[in-house]
């Protein structure tokens, strides 16, 4: 049993290490940036009006976003449709919100999902509950996709589709409708009627939920079982909520998967899985049956886990949840077919500063708009010694994010090696900007090694290279081995850093460099502190 945990973790991990321009049919979604926010419940919880909701999608610098069509508020009486809901007493025009959206140039993924009043089942066979709501379900698809499909090209069928179903006066209908094989027909119907549309629209699986607490409804076990109804073809990508622990996102949990060989669960060893390493899992279990692409489609912290952590550090609870939210997502893009990731916005507005406040909203500016472009990602982490390192590459530059995976805000020196031929300038995820000229530079010796003062915020450093061609060819390419042998993946290079944080030269050189390297960020953390949260009163 443990030989074929590990051969699935390995066939994850195996997955995991082709990086580049990805060719999926996924492509059509075009965004500019990976990163958005899924705003889904924000608009059906909130009192904001139509402009003020896009306003406020404006201001967060979202190029993507997830929202709800909810069935129950729109097709009030079988057949009649409205597209003007008041979720929450507020007139929300949906037609109108959708076209404006789309002329401001934001994808938006649609979530198809609900359940309306007037279907009632208490007197059906099982037979009868299925065909009757499945006939339902088309009608309120086709009605969506003729409304919407002009300005939409990605559609998630369904929300929370491997837990059980909420009915509660309804609990025999509850469990036939939550059944795998009832999801796979209202899949199938879904894609016929948004590919008969337009075949090149998105059809997202999901949103599987990562962590059920039951091995039978692990995503898993849920991919197995939809291959096994014959509904593999009926989607385009696979879409992940991904649950979250009481834990930074490198550290590990407790995991259960299905494993379709055996047909048994299998738990993980003592220590557990961080969250990159369950995708991997969940890739690996879907790749046996023909690879898809991946969208998280949902990210999120519990308050109430941030806040213990917060206290634990002695910093502020946002502070935490962007650190978190910017190290997963860094961590998982551009590796096990992760393609896209969507941060949960606050869920109302109301709730904005406790669980989407300004450093949340700062670093998810600064973070999309680092990832512009993004080609592929290339995991260059020192797990040993709890440092993390990713280098992705964007249309002609490298990005560079380091961060620390323990002790807060303490800071510590970190080496940067195999970085000769490029200019470097460093930011904070959480500054006021991160555009060129607007960062720290940072010096290279005769080696091609730098340092610098390090914690758990992540920071960016922008990697230009010298060379005209070679920019050039980052461009165009895509791929990392364009970069040069001093960019080069390999375990040589990994072994060449070990062998380098040793060296005296580096060491003399840090020392060097160290203070003044540490009074600049900390002097400019400072001064972000006081302009972001208006602080002058209270920071010396």
């Not at 401001?104 to 066979?125: C, M, R």
């Not at 909420?166 to 027909?185: G, R």
């Not at 998810?364 to 080609?375: E, K, P």
Request: aromatic share 8%; proline share 3%; glycine share 8%.
């Amino acid at each position: 049993m443990k030989r074929i945990f590990t051969l699935l973790i390995l066939a994850g991990c195996a997955a995991g290490l082709v990086t580049g321009i990805s060719n999926s049919s996924s492509a059509q979604f075009g965004s500019s940036t990976p990163l958005g926010l899924d705003m889904s419940a924000t608009l059906l919880n909130s009192t904001l009006d139509n402009q003020q909701f896009i306003d406020m999608v404006e201001a967060s610098g979202a190029t993507s976003l997830k929202l709800t069509i909810p069935w129950q508020d729109v097709e009030l009486s079988a057949g009649l449709f409205s597209w003007s809901i008041s979720p929450q007493g507020t007139q929300i025009d949906l037609i109108n919100l959708i076209q404006k959206l789309d002329q401001k140039g934001i994808q938006i993924v649609l979530i198809l999902d609900g359940f309306p009043t007037y279907l009632q089942y208490e007197s059906l066979s099982e037979q009868n509950i299925v065909e009757n709501y499945l006939t339902s379900w088309e009608r309120y698809v086709k009605a969506s996709v003729a409304q919407f499909g002009e300005y939409v090209d990605a559609w998630q069928i369904g929300q929370a589709i491997n837990l059980p179903f909420d009915l509660p006066d309804q609990p025999i209908a509850a469990a036939i409708l939550a059944s795998p094989s009832t999801y796979a027909q209202r899949l199938i119907v879904a894609s016929e009627a948004i590919k008969s549309t337009d075949k090149g629209d998105v059809v997202i699986m999901g949103g599987i939920n990562s962590d059920t607490g039951n091995c039978l409804n692990q995503p898993s076990a849920f991919l197995n079982s939809i291959h096994s109804l014959d509904a593999w073809d009926a989607f385009d990508v696979i879409g992940i909520d991904l649950n979250t622990y009481a834990a930074p996102p490198e550290g590990r949990s407790m995991y259960q998967t299905y494993d379709s060989i055996s047909g048994v669960c299998l738990t993980s060893a003592e220590g557990g899985f961080n969250l990159a390493e369950i995708i991997a899992l969940v890739d690996a279990a879907g790749s046996q049956y023909g690879i898809k692409p991946i969208w998280i489609s949902s990210l999120a912290w519990q308050p109430e886990d941030i806040s213990a952590i917060a206290s634990e550090r002695g910093t502020l609870p946002d502070v935490v949840r962007a650190d978190f939210l910017s190290r997963a997502t860094i961590m998982l893009l551009g590796s096990h077919h992760v393609e896209n990731v969507f941060w949960k916005y606050a869920a109302q507005e109301s709730q904005k500063d406790m669980s989407f406040g300004v450093f949340s909203q700062q670093v998810f500016t600064n973070l999309s708009a680092s990832l512009q472009g993004f080609q592929g990602s290339n995991n260059m982490s020192d797990i040993l010694n709890g440092t993390y390192q990713y280098r992705t590459t964007n249309k002609g530059e490298i990005n560079i994010y380091v961060w620390r995976g323990q002790d807060g805000d303490q800071f510590e020196v970190y080496p940067l090696s195999n970085v000769n031929g490029y200019n470097l300038e460093a930011f904070s995820l959480d500054a006021g900007s991160v555009n060129k000229g607007e960062g720290i530079a940072l010096q290279t010796d005769e080696n091609g090694n730098s340092a610098f003062m390090l914690s758990e915020r992540p920071l960016l450093i922008r990697a230009i290279p010298n060379d005209l061609q070679e920019r050039v060819s980052l461009y165009t390419s895509g791929l990392f081995s364009s970069a040069g042998d001093s960019i080069k993946d390999s375990a040589q290079d990994i072994v060449d850093e070990q062998k380098e944080k040793a060296s005296q030269q580096v060491e003399e050189w840090i020392d060097e460099q160290k203070d003044s390297l540490l009074e600049t960020l900390k002097q400019s953390l400072m001064d972000w502190l006081k302009e972001a949260l208006n602080l002058e009163q209270l920071l010396p």
